[in-house]
């Protein structure tokens, strides 16, 4: 019980210090200028809204990563990558799911999909979080405030697509985001929220 008090106290503590939107990756260069052609929608919810509990991270919720449509018309990408960031966290973003090595037709993934061991001939899994492979669910600090989680998604030439291929082990965000650079044709993006209070 006095932990839980504990960690209450240290939310108040840092609730104005959040990473924020500056943050995020598709705020950066060189993707904060690239065409967002890629849609991105979710049965469990809409732009901008709460997560429901079945997302939360283990200990308070289901763990289940939200089910994601993906649609994307552009003739040059030839892979997507899919990431999720919090960007609630103190100072810097931390990343919740890595997906990559997916084929750009229209994608429906249900809810559950890309859980920590999972294997698919649909999708490649990066390092989260302590470099486990798959989605962790939002677990933020109780009386921090709402923090957004945010899907990014970048359609990849053939460029990155064969280099991510060719990868010897899952990569890290850094590690993803260096083979990627300056060849990312398009991207999406869709966000939501989830807090503890």
Not at 38 to 45: C, Q, Y
Request: proline share 6%.
């Amino acid at each position: 019980m006095v932990l839980r008090y504990v960690e209450i106290a240290l939310g108040y503590l840092l609730y104005n210090f959040k990473a924020g939107e500056n943050a995020l990756i598709l705020n950066q260069d060189p993707y904060k200028d690239l065409p967002k052609q890629i849609k991105v929608t979710s049965d469990e919810f809409k732009e901008g809204e709460h997560w429901p509990e079945i997302c939360a991270g283990v200990g308070v919720g289901g763990n289940k990563c939200p089910s994601l449509s993906i649609t994307c018309d552009v003739p040059e990408v030839k892979s997507l990558a899919v990431l999720c960031q919090d960007i609630g966290t103190p100072f810097v973003a931390i990343t919740h799911m890595i997906a990559y090595a997916i084929d750009p037709k229209a994608r429906k993934f249900e809810l559950g999909e890309f859980a920590i061991g999972t294997t698919s001939s649909d999708y490649k899994l990066g390092k989260t979080i302590g470099g486990v492979l798959g989605y962790r669910g939002p677990r933020p600090i109780t009386g921090h405030g709402p923090h957004e989680y945010i899907f990014q998604v970048f359609g990849l030439n053939e460029v990155a697509t064969e280099a991510l291929d060719q990868l010897e082990t899952p990569p890290s965000t850094n590690e993803l985001l260096k083979v990627i650079e300056g060849n990312v044709i398009a991207t999406g993006i869709l966000a939501g929220h989830y807090r503890r209070d």
